[in-house]
């Protein structure tokens, strides 16, 4: 997958906003019950999005795998199932989609990581 440093950062850049704009809207109603929320759309949306973008700039050789690609999509689907899913599960709900979605991210890594050890050098 030739551009999935560039797919990588656009997607980081819209999560950085959703995180600011759902942090700005909790500050400014003083209404703090979508912390997790907000944590994990920083954290796994903006940083580690990022960070698999820099790291594929980095390091080339790992766009040509055949594991670049569904690790992309597992990330861009798995991601947003499990931010619909938290707060679900946090409010006492069906915990299922944010443990689907958590579980979609988690390969996403998986993948991520046996590439890297295979091509990250």
Known sequence: MKNIDHWFILMAL????????LGF???????MTHVPVHA????VGWVSMTLFALIYRS?????????AAPHFWLMAIGTPIMLAGIPLAH??????LAIGGSALVILAFVL??????????
């Not at 809207?25 to 209404?31: L, V």
């Not at 991520?112 to 050098?121: A, C, D, I, P, S």
């Open 14 to 21: 819209v999560y950085a906003l959703l995180g600011m704009s």
């Open 91 to 96: 409010s006492g709900k069906s915990p299922l």
């Open 112 to 121: 991520f990581l046996v590439n890297f050890v295979r091509r990250g050098t």
């Open 25 to 31: 809207w909790m500050g400014a109603s003083e209404d």
């Open 59 to 67: 390091f080339p050789a790992l766009k040509d795998s055949r594991l």
């Open 40 to 43: 994990h759309i920083n954290l």
